[in-house]
């Protein structure tokens, strides 16, 4: 019997993988078109010419090195503060033992369920109180914890063995030697994780900067690209362009750490 040279589920699955990338494809092509190749009807599928100057002429149509700067400091500090404290909030769900230690945890899961359009309101009133209008610490501060990093570190530190750690307490490691020496060592697949997914979640986030920001100097990239829309034309091949510029680090990140992000859900159960 003939066997094929590859999983007959590649089947199906290859012609969604198309599908799905057309957008990506037609993106990538609009970017290297004339402006009347990109507005021309029926879509013109193959430019006349590969127009690379469409990248420095949207670097030059807004300030996007302060839009990538901005997004940069936001998008780091907000990993930075997840990786920290979802850490210590995980850790203290998985392994101490307090008073209403599992009521807590399931009222910061439901908030979960909570759309951010409900606090969005107070969010940005809490903001206002703390002085932070229009400025970058309003997008740093409400990301600087989330509770869905909490969830998968606590999933996570459940199914690493208690063992490791009784042997370090006894050696007099204290709780927090244990967590920075033991426990997160052991950990670095699931702390990637939460790190590339938070930042996708801050990077391509437009409706909160769109909210908490005013002034074009504290604008992230999204908000930047928002700037080739106008109120009755689009730079189309601009905007593209700029939003293959914007979707580069993102490519990057997710290559780079895609290993740790594949082995963190193979490894991360449900226990508990």
């Given at each position: 019997m003939r066997t094929w040279p590859f999983s007959p589920r590649h089947v199906v699955l290859l012609p969604i993988a198309a599908v799905m990338l057309i957008?990506?494809?037609w993106m990538l092509v609009t970017s290297v078109e004339t402006l009347s190749?990109?507005?021309?009807?029926?879509?013109?599928?193959?430019?006349s010419g590969i127009h690379w100057e469409n990248y420095p002429n949207a670097l030059d149509a807004a300030p996007f090195g302060r839009f990538f700067a901005n997004s940069f400091i936001v998008t780091l500090a907000s990993v930075?503060?997840?990786?920290v404290f979802c850490s210590l909030a995980g850790y203290?769900?998985?392994?101490l033992r307090f008073f209403g230690r599992d009521v807590v945890f399931i009222v910061l899961l439901a908030t979960l369920m909570?759309?951010?359009q409900v606090t969005m309101i107070p969010t940005f009133l809490i903001v206002q109180h703390l002085g932070l209008v229009n400025s970058l610490g309003a997008l740093i501060a409400p990301n600087l914890v989330t509770p869905f990093g909490i969830f998968l570190l606590r999933q996570f530190f459940r199914t690493l063995p208690v063992e490791l750690e009784e042997?370090?307490?006894?050696?007099?490691?204290?709780?927090?030697?244990?967590?920075?020496?033991?426990?997160l060592p052991?950990?670095?697949?699931?702390?990637?994780?939460?790190?590339?997914?938070?930042?996708?979640?801050?990077?391509?986030?437009?409706?909160?900067?769109?909210?908490?920001?005013s002034s074009t100097d504290q604008s992230t990239v999204q908000l930047g690209l928002a700037a080739f829309q106008?109120?009755?034309?689009?730079?189309?091949?601009?905007?593209?362009?700029g939003n293959v510029m914007a979707l580069a680090p993102m490519l990057l990140v997710f290559v780079f750490a895609q290993r740790w992000f594949v082995q963190s859900l193979a490894s991360t159960g449900v226990k508990g």
């Open positions: 957008p990506l494809v190749e990109s507005r021309h009807f029926p879509p013109t599928l193959v430019p930075a503060g997840n990786l203290a769900f998985a392994r909570v759309p951010f042997a370090a307490r006894i050696d007099g490691c204290s709780r927090l030697g244990v967590l920075l020496r033991v426990v052991l950990s670095m697949p699931a702390l990637a994780t939460l790190g590339i997914v938070t930042f996708l979640w801050t990077w391509n986030d437009f409706l909160w900067p769109l909210i908490a920001i106008g109120a009755h034309q689009t730079r189309w091949t601009l905007l593209m362009a």
